[in-house]
């Protein structure tokens, strides 16, 4: 669905002969929803195709990765846009994602809506990879392609972190409590309340992070290590699809919810898992999700519940983190 782009007479000839790029690589072309760092939005393209190299066998060293942002991105940053920014923006992609693209191959990715340079012959090449958009439609992926991800990001872990990983039990249970910026949209504004009850609950050991703090490998290391996740809804919540299945995640909503946000409070509840992001996340990856209500939450002049801060029910939260050490010692971390 690309527009085509005529070749100047030496390019063409180069074609001709297979002189450009004949050394037997093969082309990925992989379908990106946006351009912007958000590792939700970014788990849809992720997963799928870590898992396609896995399954397919393919090394680094073969693919030339070829990334082409959907829809008329590409016309509208133009339009909108100078060349400094165009640039800047793919630079800071790269940044972000540095971690996914080297796991996928160890040649720089191209842009195909923002291509310049010469043209590139390839001996063959593969569009796209299997679905995951879990609240849209049936995905194709499935808590197996979830699986071939995390290995694949493990692998890319230096040899401790990997090993440490490969080898732990669930004894005790590691609860990792995701944290916002303070005052920003739903931060947790009693945090520090719930830390020093989950202190004294036996068989766990608890942690408040930032996830905007670590590097991307570095979050993805920490909730691989984790069987427990707890966090307000947003998109540090998507990481649940690093830890090993069958983990439990906890996800905080503001209070006065609207009537067409689905939060309802009990383990993997069919409600939960089929019309809400995160418990549907949850199900396709192997996890145990449950979604609890704020006490109040703090109103702000665009009354959006996504703007608000949350002050977590925390005899609430206590009780089912307790609950967790049971329902996470069902599945061990190897499974």
Same mark, same amino acid.
């Given at each position: 669905d690309r527009k085509a782009r005529a070749l100047d007479a030496e390019s063409w000839s180069a074609l001709q002969s297979a002189s450009l790029g004949? %050394?037997?690589? &093969? $082309?990925?072309l992989l379908p @990106?929803?946006?351009?912007?760092?958000?590792?939700?939005?970014?788990?849809?393209?992720?997963?799928?195709?870590l898992s396609t190299k896995r399954?397919?066998?393919? %090394?680094?060293? &073969? $693919?030339?990765?070829?990334? @082409?942002?959907?829809?008329?991105?590409a016309e509208q940053l133009r339009w909108h846009s100078g060349l400094a920014e165009e640039q800047a923006l793919l630079e800071r992609f790269v940044q972000f994602h540095k971690p996914v693209l080297s796991a996928l191959s160890s040649n720089p990715p191209t842009f195909l809506d923002f291509a310049l340079g010469e043209p590139s012959c390839f001996k063959s090449g593969v569009r796209g990879f299997p679905s995951f958009r879990y609240d849209l439609h049936a995905p194709q992926a499935t808590v197996r392609e979830v699986g071939f991800f995390r290995a694949e990001l493990v692998g890319a872990l230096?040899?401790?972190?990997?090993?440490?990983?490969?080898?732990?039990s669930r004894a005790p249970v590691q609860v990792l409590v995701i944290q916002r910026q303070p005052e920003q949209a739903r931060w947790i504004s009693n945090l520090g309340r719930l830390m020093r009850a989950l202190r004294q609950v036996p068989g766990i050991v608890s942690r408040a992070q930032r996830m905007e703090s670590l590097p991307l490998l570095g979050q993805f290391a920490l909730m691989a290590a984790s069987d427990v996740l707890?966090?307000?809804?947003?998109?540090?919540?998507?990481w649940l699809a690093a830890m090993p299945q069958g983990s439990a995640v906890v996800e905080a909503m503001p209070?006065?919810?609207?009537?067409?946000?689905?939060?309802?409070?009990?383990?993997?509840?069919p409600r939960n898992l089929r019309d809400s992001i995160y418990g549907g996340l949850s199900c396709l990856c192997g996890q145990h999700h449950i979604c609890l209500g704020s006490n109040t939450s703090q109103r702000y002049a665009v009354d959006n519940f996504r703007e608000r801060a949350v002050e977590l029910p925390v005899g609430r939260v206590v009780r089912r983190i307790?609950?967790?050490?049971?329902?996470?010692a069902e599945t061990p971390v190897d499974s």
């Open positions: 004949s %050394s037997g690589q &093969m $082309l990925f @990106v929803g946006t351009p912007y760092p958000n590792v939700w939005h970014a788990l849809h393209w992720w997963v799928p195709a399954l397919r066998g393919w %090394s680094q060293d &073969m $693919l030339q990765l070829g990334v @082409v942002f959907e829809g008329n991105f230096d040899p401790v972190q990997a090993s440490a990983i490969g080898h732990r707890v966090g307000a809804h947003g998109a540090g919540l998507a209070a006065n919810l609207p009537g067409y946000i689905v939060c309802v409070d009990g383990w993997d509840h307790r609950e967790t050490v049971d329902i996470v």
